[in-house]
């Protein structure tokens, strides 16, 4: 089920993994920054919704993070498409991460108390690893434009911490 | 979060002072830059004070890992403390534990 979430992101990376057979077809920036801004939006309801249901301190903690730095990448992305007169567009990957999204969110607005916890604990790190395999393998290298290249590298590394400290919090919550 | 800098900052007023044998403080600027403080070790006298300047578009905190500070560094801004005491310091981020720091700090 926790998969169930990301499969989107690893769709993606698997039509590039095995691009030797059947090319995928080349994102374009608008693409790129589309799936990316969408990545975050997503984090940001499901931090919203830990928010809402969570009385862990921690777990809490952990996402106020998630809705401070997403948001501040994601308001530095809206910046960069208008700076570079893109408009976004709206894509497989992204319609596919939001489809998946809804059904992670209605799972885990059935849980509550420690079992929430742990589950969002659990989907926070299945999610931001498969994001940041996305961005490492597919969305970074694929992105034409430098500075939308150089924004997804320093969001790779604010993800990256954030993929430990959920480790450090499913660890905590066991 | 509040509260907690103001305890920090309370703390700091309280603790005896012993400024340095020339009398002149020094600030120490260390800047963030992506999801780094740099330079990471730096040393100082009782009476310098430390600025961090966050050059990154996410904010971050330097806070010492015994709650001797806890300063706030909001994106593009800058944040200070007043070293009161001598000793080691290990600061870390709140928001990104991963990025880390050290102050030695010289009585005199």
Redesign the interface.
């Known amino acids: 089920m926790l998969k169930l979430a990301t499969a989107a992101l690893a769709a993606l990376l698997l039509s590039v993994g095995t691009a030797g057979a059947q090319p995928a077809a080349k994102l374009n920036d608008a693409e790129i920054a589309h799936i990316a801004y969408t990545a975050g939006e997503i984090d940001i309801r499901s931090a919203q919704l830990a928010l809402a249901k969570s009385k862990n301190k921690e777990v809490r903690a952990f996402a106020e ?1 998630m809705v ?2 997403h948001k ?2 994601n ?2 992305a809206l910046a960069l498409v208008k700076k570079l007169n893109v408009t976004p567009e709206d894509n497989d990957t992204s319609k596919g991460l939001l489809r998946q999204a809804s059904e992670k969110r209605a799972e885990l607005e059935r849980l509550s108390g420690v079992d929430f916890d742990k589950a969002y604990a659990a989907n926070e790190v299945a999610y931001h690893k498969t994001v940041n395999s996305a961005l490492e393998t597919t969305l970074i290298p694929s992105a034409s434009n430098a500075e939308l290249k150089e924004l997804l590298a ?1 969001g790779l ?2 993800f990256q ?1 954030h993929e ?2 959920a480790e450090h919090l499913v660890e905590m919550l066991r | 979060m509040l509260a907690r800098l103001c305890a920090a900052c309370a703390l700091a007023a309280i603790t005896a002072c012993y400024p340095r044998s020339d009398g002149v403080a020094e600030t120490i600027r260390i800047t963030v830059d ?2 780094a403080f740099v330079p990471a070790q730096v040393s100082a006298h009782v009476g310098d004070s430390i600025e961090w300047i966050n050059n ?4 971050h905190t330097a806070t010492d890992r015994k709650g001797a500070f806890n300063v706030m560094l909001p ?1 593009h801004k800058v944040g200070t403390v007043t070293l009161k005491e001598a000793g080691s310091f290990d600061y870390y981020c709140r ?4 990025m880390t720091g050290h102050i030695s700090v010289a009585g005199d």
């Open positions: 993070d401070r730095d501040a990448v308001e530095k320093t590394k604010i911490g430990l400290h | 992506n999801l990154d578009f996410v904010a994106s928001f990104h534990p991963t």
